[in-house]
C-alpha cells in the first residue's frame, strides 16, 4: 500500500505533468531520475527534433525529500511529472548510479533500467560524485584535480577524482569512487580540492540529461543492461 507523504503531495499539487502537445515539435522527451540521497531528483525535456539535444530552457526538474519513503514515492512521482499514458514519448533516459543510499539508490536504477527495456530506450547510467565535481568545476582552473568525498559513519570514507578539463567547465574521471578504510592523502593525483559528496537533486538532474544529450551528440547510444549501482561493500586500501 502506497504511503503518501505531505512534501510529495505538496510537490504533486504544485507542479502538475505536462500535458500532451506542450513538450516541443516532436513530442520526443528525455527523462533523468536521481535516487542516489533521500531527495529524489526528477527531470523532464523535450528533445529538439533536428539536433536531439535536450531544450534547456523548457527543462523541468524536482526535488522531492522523500527519504525513507522512496520506495513508496517514487512512482507516485514519475507519474505525477509524466503521466504512464505519455510514457512511449520517451526517446532517452538517465539515471544516476551512485555512490549513495543503497535502496534509493538501486530502485533509481531499477525503475531506469525497466523503463529503458519495455519502452526499447537507451540508457544513460553517470555517476552521482561527477555529476558533484561537474557542478562545481566553472570554480576551478582547467586542469584541477577535484576530490569528491563522502563519509561513512564507522565504514570508511568514499573517494572520487576528477579532473576540469580547460576551457569546457567539464570533467573527467581520473579514479573512480571507492570506499577507503581512512581518507586517501590529499595530494593524491595531484587534487587541489576536496568536495563534499553533497547532492543537490534538481541541479543534478539537469546535468544529467545534458550529459546523456552530450553522449548521444557523439554517436553514442547505450544499452540497459550494463547499467548498474554502484555502492562499496567494504574498505579496501590500495596505492
Not at 44 to 70: E, I, K, Y
Request: with cysteine; glycine share 10%; charged share 15%.
Amino acid at each position: 500500500m502506497a504511503v503518501s507523504t505531505p512534501a510529495l503531495d505538496r510537490s504533486m499539487a504544485a507542479e502538475p505533468g505536462p500535458a500532451p502537445g506542450q513538450q516541443g515539435e516532436s513530442g520526443a522527451l528525455a527523462l533523468a531520475l536521481h535516487t542516489s540521497s533521500p531527495v529524489l531528483g526528477l527531470a523532464l525535456a523535450p528533445l529538439n527534433p533536428t539536433a536531439c539535444q535536450p531544450a534547456g530552457c523548457t527543462a523541468q526538474s524536482r526535488a522531492v525529500p522523500l527519504g525513507r519513503s522512496l520506495a513508496n514515492g517514487l512512482h507516485r512521482a514519475l507519474l505525477a511529472l509524466l503521466p504512464a499514458n505519455q510514457w512511449p514519448r520517451l526517446k532517452r533516459l538517465a539515471v544516476a548510479t551512485g555512490p549513495g543510499g543503497f535502496t534509493g539508490t538501486r530502485l533509481g536504477v531499477v525503475t531506469a533500467r525497466t523503463l529503458a527495456q519495455q519502452l526499447d530506450l537507451p540508457l544513460h547510467g553517470i555517476g552521482s560524485f561527477l555529476l558533484v565535481a561537474r557542478r562545481q568545476a566553472r570554480s576551478y582552473p582547467g586542469g584541477s584535480v577535484l576530490r569528491v568525498e563522502q563519509t561513512l559513519t564507522r565504514r570508511g570514507v568514499i573517494s572520487g577524482f576528477y579532473r576540469v578539463i580547460p576551457g569546457k567547465c567539464r570533467v573527467e574521471e581520473v579514479e573512480p569512487p571507492r570506499l577507503h578504510s581512512e581518507a586517501p592523502a590529499a595530494t593524491r593525483h595531484g587534487a587541489v580540492a576536496c568536495l563534499d559528496a553533497a547532492v543537490d537533486a534538481a541541479a543534478d538532474s539537469l546535468q544529467l540529461l545534458e550529459l546523456a544529450a552530450l553522449a548521444e551528440a557523439a554517436g553514442e547510444c547505450p544499452d540497459w543492461r550494463p547499467v548498474l549501482p554502484l555502492y562499496p561493500s567494504a574498505p579496501v586500501d590500495r596505492p
